[in-house]
């Protein structure tokens, strides 16, 4: 991952925006960002949380899925929080 990373930076563009559930675990996002290069971009790193109400109720209907379980949710909202 911090390959394509190092070749969107060095593309030159204003802006690069990546998204990647990866990027949740802090043990791969400090390894990743210990890899790439800056190329003179300022680094601006944010966490989006879905509400479990939300979540459930989506799983529900577009998947029908009764009974979700939201481990990496609980795992990310007990360790950042």
């Known amino acids: 991952m ?5 070749n969107y930076l060095k593309s030159k ?3 690069v925006i990546l998204s990647s559930i990866v990027l949740c675990d802090e ?7 210990e890899l790439i ?3 003179d971009y300022e680094l601006v790193y944010v966490t989006l949380f879905a509400n479990e109400d939300v979540l459930r109720n989506r799983a529900q209907v577009r998947d029908n899925n009764l009974k979700p379980i939201f481990k990496l949710l609980h795992h ?6």
Do not use: G, P
């Open 2 to 6: 911090a390959f394509v990373i190092n």
């Open 13 to 15: 563009f204003d802006y």
């Open 27 to 33: 043990k791969i996002l400090k390894r990743i960002l």
């Open 37 to 39: 290069e800056y190329y």
């Open 76 to 81: 990310i909202l007990d360790n950042h929080i």
